[in-house]
């Protein structure tokens, strides 16, 4: 029997001022086939944009239930996952939680395949890491700058508890 293959998803996001504008950048590679995706918006925030980073690459994937190892240097994010934060949140209903329209939309996709999670050091010399942050900086450096309607809405602050 042949031996899965791992799709391995680097991604990075960043904001310049936390709000900002801010972009992000992932990078799938599965064999010999690479595809980058990055986006900017006019405001934002960084934790906004290290968690749409993840959610973009898994929602670019093609086939459902795909092996994935997602390597981010976003402790929110991985620790969110790993420490099993984000489904209790999910259990609350995210009440005073930030970020539930892209948590909601995170949960959705992750469980669609098998993902993994690699916390690595930012800015250390890990060449996709590296790389994820410099489309993410020129993302929103370059734009286009589109609208990051959860955060501009004030639904991302977690103290709207109206949409539950």
Known sequence: MEEEREVVLYTDGGASGNPGKGGYGAILMYGRHKKELSGAFRVTTNNRMELLAVITGLEALTKPDQLVCVVSDSKYVVDAVQKGWVFTWERIKFKKKKNPD?????????????????WVKGHNGNPMNERADELAVSAYQHGPLLADDGYESGLASGEDDAMF
């Open 102 to 118: 892209l948590w909601m939309r995170f949960l959705k996709i992750y469980r669609q395949h098998r993902v993994r999670f690699v």
